[in-house]
Structure formats: C-alpha cells, structure tokens
T-cell receptor
Framework: DVKVTQSSRYLVKRTGEKVFLECVQDMDHENMFWYRQDPGLGLRLIYFSYDVKMKEKGDIPEGYSVSREKKERFSLILESASTNQTSMYLC?????????????FGPGTRLTVT | AQSVTQPDIHITVSEGASLELRCNYS??????LFWYVQSPGQGLQLLLK??????LVQGIKGFEAEFKRSQSSFNLRKPSVHWSDAAEYFCAVGSTDSWGKLQFGAGTQVVVTP
C-alpha cells in the first residue's frame, strides 16, 4: 500500500515564525503536491514538484515556498507565518505520466497560527 | 482552464436511502474525472475514476458514477447509504496536459441520519 506521511497532525505556531511541514511518500512517485483545504473552498494547490529540485507554483503560492531535495520528501515552508495561513494542509503524491494518475494523500496537518 | 462545480455544499440523507452527489466540470478536451472521500480527520481516499470507455464506473464502498459528456457531469451514486458514509466528497478533474495536477471541487458534506 502507498503510504504518504506528514510530520505533524496538529501544529500551533505564532505569527512571524518560520514553519516547516514535511511530507514523505514510499512509492517512488515522481509527483508530489501541497494543498491547502479550507471550508467551502475545497483543495487549492499551493505548489507541486515533478522531480527532485523541480517545483512549480500552483494556484495560491504566495507566502509559501517548497523544497524537494530527495524524491521521497517534499517540504512546505511558511517563511513568516500569518494568521490567514491557519488551515488544513494536505500532501499528496502520484506517478508522472501521459495521464493524470490517482493522487495518494497524507492525513493532513492542521496548522493554527496565533 | 479546467473547473469543477459541486452544486451541493451539504446533503442530509437517511441511512438506507439512496444518495446522489452532483459534479459538473468545464474542460474542452476529454477530462479525466475522479471522486474522492474524506472521512473526519483523514486524508482523501479515491473512490473511483473515469478515463475512457464505459461511462458507468464502479468504485469502492458500493459507489458508482456516470460520465455524461452532453451534460458535462460526473455524478456519484450509492443505492443505500450506511452511517459510515458520512464524510466529505470531492470531485476532481485532470487532463493530459496538466502534469498530473487535478482541479478539485469545493466538496459536498454528507450527513447520514438514523
């Protein structure tokens, strides 16, 4: 079974702190994604990566950066956390190919910024 | 640009009754369509997907969905719901030129009453 793990289920940070969210997948997937989930807005793509050291902006990249130094690990970084970044963050991974493959999701990290 | 609309934010259904969740998409070429379920406190799990072929797709947990190109719809159905079907359901669309990215709808919250 594919497993996508996220470093924390719950996180509380203060405004202005630098925040790292980590995601690890064990299926050798090329693609990895970071989403933000808010009520009534569904999932919005923050960043995705299709290879090591490669990254592409999604729909809402402002205030976020990412790092992918190893194929299995994809980190989301909030350089200076703000209260409007309080949200559920979901990581996903998938194969890269001519078709959009199923994405496998981690359990999510609920981040609260106070 | 691709878009996905789930017209129903919230649906309440009695246990044992049938369930239908609506999904409309906007995309010029042949879409790749997915339904995911998110149980409370969990990540998303794939229920079923449509790439081509038979327009009626069977999935896990007794769900099925029908692709109707003329209506740009991909509605999810279950003949008899169980209390464990209470969850949030997301429709998503992808394409061959999206590098594996999916566009998600806003989600439909399903409440099951005794």
């Amino acid at each position: 079974d594919v497993k996508v793990t996220q470093s924390s289920r719950y996180l509380v940070k203060r405004t202005g702190e630098k925040v790292f969210l980590e995601c690890v997948q064990d299926m050798d997937h090329e693609n990895m994604f970071w989403y933000r989930q808010d009520p009534g807005l569904g999932l919005r793509l923050i960043y995705f990566s299709y290879d090591v050291k490669m990254k592409e902006k999604g729909d809402i990249p402002e205030g976020y950066s990412v790092s992918r130094e190893k194929k299995e690990r994809f980190s989301l970084i909030l350089e200076s956390a703000s209260t409007n970044q309080t949200s559920m963050y979901l990581c996903a991974s998938s194969w890269l190919g001519p078709e959009p493959y199923e994405q496998y999701f981690g359990p999510g990290t609920r981040l609260t910024v106070t | 640009a691709q878009s996905v609309t789930q017209p129903d934010i919230h649906i309440t259904v009695s246990e044992g009754a049938s369930l239908e969740l609506r999904c409309n998409y906007s995309y010029g070429a042949t879409p790749y369509l997915f339904w995911y379920v998110q149980s409370p406190g969990q990540g998303l799990q794939l229920l079923l997907k449509y790439f081509s072929g038979d327009t009626l797709v069977q999935g896990i947990k007794g769900f099925e969905a029908e692709f109707k190109r003329s209506q740009s719809s991909f509605n999810l159905r279950k003949p008899s719901v169980h209390w464990s079907d209470a969850a949030e359901y997301f429709c998503a669309v992808g394409s061959t030129d999206s590098w594996g990215k999916l566009q998600f709808g806003a989600g439909t919250q399903v409440v099951v009453t005794p």
